[in-house]
């Protein structure tokens, strides 16, 4: 007899699920520059959202984005019709690809590159065109162009790319654009509150633009699970039709639309940016410790010895993320927070040189 899991489908059965790192472990008692978070809490204004919320009975109703929608829609400078909001950008993710990619069809994407993406392909049976950034995480823009070809469903542009930093010249993304106006171009902006580029603005210009966003980073709702997608109207009715009606929880859609007027999420942004990176930097550099110039909250390190160093750290407190693609497997990624949170880091890293380790 057939054992019930043989049942799934072969290409599930190969694939090993995604474990974020550090799984079992009590990350609540450490600096966790590992998974690119926001690392302060949120806002003191959300408290009495939330009190509302309760007192409401809103978590007892099925969510409703009647408000919200139109809200953030707004706030974005596009049409509610434009926007779908969705569990995470993950979400967002998984939807266009499970909308986009029968098995077979190719999706061509710089790699290594944030691996939710090769992750459902996989799931749905697509093929992966992989193409390697250079040795410094350069975007391999010719490459790229070149491996675009007649079974080619999807084309992703991570801009910039996780966990690489790499930035995706604004040319290259335009070329794309230009070139394939009957291909589907997903453009995922997760961390472009650090960058400051964005291009949503080009929504107009190319009906060919899918843009996914996401609440987790600069707002510090990775907890909560809220992203977006931008598209043409045709497109996001399309999407509807695979997203769940409730899949974005209340609580979300809440805080979401509280700190769409406040400032924190900005005041983070400047902070990490213009304090706690360049003071990262700088002290990698006077260290002699290779990094890879990155555009947003987040930055690969290649010390010595990789090992050693994040073993360091996480005994000094600090969970930093070792990578484990092929390219990467000499390096870790580390999420830059605030100046607070820097320095300790800095000072662990110091000690660690010192030390002679
Ligand atoms: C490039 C990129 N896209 C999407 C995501 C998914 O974020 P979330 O599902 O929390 O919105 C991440 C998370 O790290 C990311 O780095």
């Known amino acids: 007899m057939m054992t019930i ?56 109703r099925y969510p409703e984005y009647r408000t919200f929608m139109p809200r953030l829609a707004h706030h974005l400078g596009v049409d509610e019709e434009n926007l779908i909001i969705t569990n995470g950008s993950d979400q967002g993710i998984e939807i266009l690809l499970r909308a986009f990619l029968n098995p077979g069809d190719g999706m061509v994407v710089a790699q290594p590159e944030f691996p939710i993406f090769s992750h459902v392909a996989q799931v749905i049976g697509a093929r992966v065109q992989g193409v390697p950034f250079d040795a410094e995480m350069n975007f391999p823009t010719q490459r790229f162009l070149d491996a675009i070809d007649h079974n080619t469903r999807l084309i992703v542009l991570i801009n910039p790319n996780n966990p690489t930093g790499s930035v995706v010249p604004l040319e290259t993304i335009r070329e794309v654009l230009t070139r394939h106006p009957d291909l589907p171009v997903l453009l995922d902006e997760a961390y472009y509150e650090f960058t400051g580029v964005s291009c949503l603005r080009w929504m107009d210009e190319f009906k060919n633009l899918i843009l996914v ?21 045709e497109v996001i009715r399309e999407l509807y039709k695979v997203r769940g009606p409730f899949d974005v929880n209340v609580v979300a859609v809440a805080v979401a639309d509280a700190q769409l007027d406040l400032p924190h999420a900005w005041d983070y942004v400047n902070e990490v940016m213009t304090r706690g990176k ?60 605030p100046l607070e949170e820097m320095r300790r880091f800095v000072a662990v890293l110091r000690e660690y040189v010192g030390s002679g380790q």
Request: aromatic share 10%.
């Open 213 to 233: 966003r996401t609440f987790s980073k600069a707002f510090a709702m990775a907890g909560l699970r809220l992203g977006y997608v931008v598209a043409q109207p």
């Open 278 to 337: 360049p003071f990262t930097e700088n002290a990698l550099r006077e260290l002699g410790i290779k990094f890879y110039p990155a555009a947003a909250n987040f930055m690969l390190v290649q010390p010595e010895d990789r090992d050693a160093l994040v073993g360091y750290m996480k005994q000094n407190g600090i969970l930093v993320r070792p990578m484990v693609a092929p390219a990467l497997v000499k390096t870790f990624r580390l999420t830059i927070a």
């Open 5 to 60: 899991q043989s049942r799934i489908r072969p290409n599930i059965q190969a694939l090993t699920a995604y474990a974020p790192p550090w799984t079992g472990l009590d990350r609540t008692q450490y600096v966790r520059l590992d998974l690119n978070e926001n690392t302060r809490a949120l806002p003191p204004e959300i408290g009495p959202v939330l009190e509302r919320l309760w007192a409401g009975g809103s978590a007892s």
